[in-house]
């Protein structure tokens, strides 16, 4: 028995080196240089080049680390040990592979392009891959094996989670939230009848702490306290409120106003607007162009004489993927009103 | 604002939510599932039974007061939990023990009973069911702060948000090749079924009733259902092991996606919590055998078909997998309990498509349509 403990143990160890390397190659292969130009809606995608396409793409379920962490892939060989014993496999597992393996294939065929559809199997597979790998280190002869497994699992999530500032990103937003807690685990050391001294000296740390953040938090200038709150906490909801209250005293009799993927004119407003895509040059109400093939000049004739529009909603976000619609805005048309976030209402000049 | 929310609140997430999880334990006979896990089911499903049956009323009786639609569905929730009221007990025992041993665990000083050293005692510390509620609390915190402060801004949410406001607006689901609006121009070329849209129509309803505006309801979903799924792998991971459960939160939550979903607005948790609840329901159906499983994965995989398409293209292999796993004799035990579960599905979600394929825009059988 100890014997094949201690094979178990070599085992293990080979497979945690040869699952940290597959990591290590997937973050090496995505992180490669594009060649040549780069196509700004695929980079926004993250699958600009081939090997993003194929690992954050049609096999983002599995290697997009940023968005889904680096644990997905291990469903893989999960799935294979299952298939391989397949004749020992319960209703329920069997029930699992059928909807997990159709989702998989849908997911990598229809959702390659957008993370979000690649988002659907998460709250799935992570508790698959935990619940599967528990079980097979349940076993007597890997029973040892099991604290050490979930240990590899949190180091590998948190170096991707450190690797993206994920977790740094996490504390700072929720940094002053956090703090208030360090109360109640004063609280809780403080009532320890077990650990008296410790507990008392552990509360009084906590609360050392608490108080040290507080005075921070006060002795900072107001202005900076506001710009703090305004870059890193959920106050930050920039909105274009100008340019919204603008849209509602247009007169629409007159002319409509195109929006460049912004929805929020139809939600915040009563305007009547033209939905153009700018990231596709694709117009909603044509089901087609309006820059392809057209000079800047023309673009505004276009819009003005077959569309009916005389205004336009952009924000510099949007106008970065298309340099013809960005020439049309500074040469033909009037900015109205500028507002935050680089949301801009503008006024064609004809 | 802040009444109308509440009520609302009150209304869809708890009497909603308590009119399902009373149906649920009403057939659940053979107490194979507990009651606490139905809760944790139920406690997504008021919301989008809400819109269901909002979808039906504007679509069969349109153009009525707002009062209406309200009224008729609160009090479809209120006549539920009355047929149901000798569960209620139950249930409310069921509550309280869930609450008592959150205080409980929360209460509890540094350093357990027994001989335990120091490092066992930081271990039982650390690797507890309270460090789940700590969790729990803060992004319950957050998702508050979050909801009061910060408009809907996310593309997406805006656009399932704008449609709900056309259909407030219009108080009419119809069928036709193009969903367009006349008044704003406002062109719908989602694919999906309207369980979302029609939350922010809920929303704008409640506010109609009590001439408010606002739409804390709305901005709430994201972050009900963000608590509901790290929720549910904790639940059903704890049952192994406290460490293992704590271990997927963990993993879950330190991706860019859950910091994504922790920010900003958007469809994904809705959907996700009812493709997973379904999921979770159908191993359970297939291995217990038993009706409240069944009947559960029935309206979860018609809300994951009326929260979006991914839902009920899933909904067929859903049915495969459980004609294929479940015991029994094909005939008689097997398609039946599939019948009843194909039922539900349509009537719960997957009806929208059908009727969009035959007299509405395709759906996916035909390119977009424009006007």
Redesign the interface.
Known sequence: MESTKRRNSILFVLGSVVATCVIFLVYYLVELEPKGAVDAAKAYRDVETFGKLWLNGYGGHFFHFLYFGNLNWLAIPVVLVMLANFKKLSREAWAFLIVYGACVLIVMVHGYFTYRYKYTLSFLVIPFILYAGYQFFSRESLKHLRGWFMLVLLALAAYNAWKYKIIFNILIYTSFLVMPFLLYFAYVFFRSKKYPKLGKVVALGCIAMFSLWGVKQLLKPSDKVADTFNKRTFFNHRMPWQVFSALDTIDYSKGMVLTNNSPGVYYFTNTKAVYYKGVMDWCYATNDSITGGRTPAEVADYLKDSLNINYVVSSAFQDSFNATFTAFLVKECDRVIEDDPAFSLYRIRR | MVLTFIINAIVTYGLGGLALWLCLMRWNKTQKVSNTELLLYAAGMGPAAATLLLYYLLWLLPGQADVFYVGSISFLFVALIAWNKKLLGTAFANVRGVLKHMGRS?N??????GEHG?IE?VKRFVFSDRTFF?FFI?LA??SI??TI?????S?DM??Y??QG?VFYQDKLISYGPVRWDE?????Y?GLHAFSFPLQTTWDLLWNGVFGTKGDWYTRSLNFHYLLL?FS??YY??RK??V??AL??V????????S?DK??YY?L?TY??FF??AM?FL???A??HNDWSSTIGMGIMGGFAAGAHS?GV??LP??G???L????GHLIKDRLPKVGVVALLFLLTGALHYIIDILWGTGWIFQD?K??
């Open positions: 929360l509890e000083p540094f350093g357990s009973e120091l005692d700590l803060l915190v957050w702060g979050l402060a910060k408009p809907l801004n593309h805006l656009i948000a704008s406001k008044a704003s121009n406002y062109l070329i799924l549910m792998a059903h991971l192994v092991d460490r293992l271990l997927a963990f993993v879950l939550v330190f991706t860019k996606i910091l922790i920010m958007s994904d959907r996700l493709f997973t999921v159908l191993l359970k297939v291995k991914f293209i899933v292999i859903v495969f997998a459980f294929v796993c479940l015991p977009i424009f006007i």
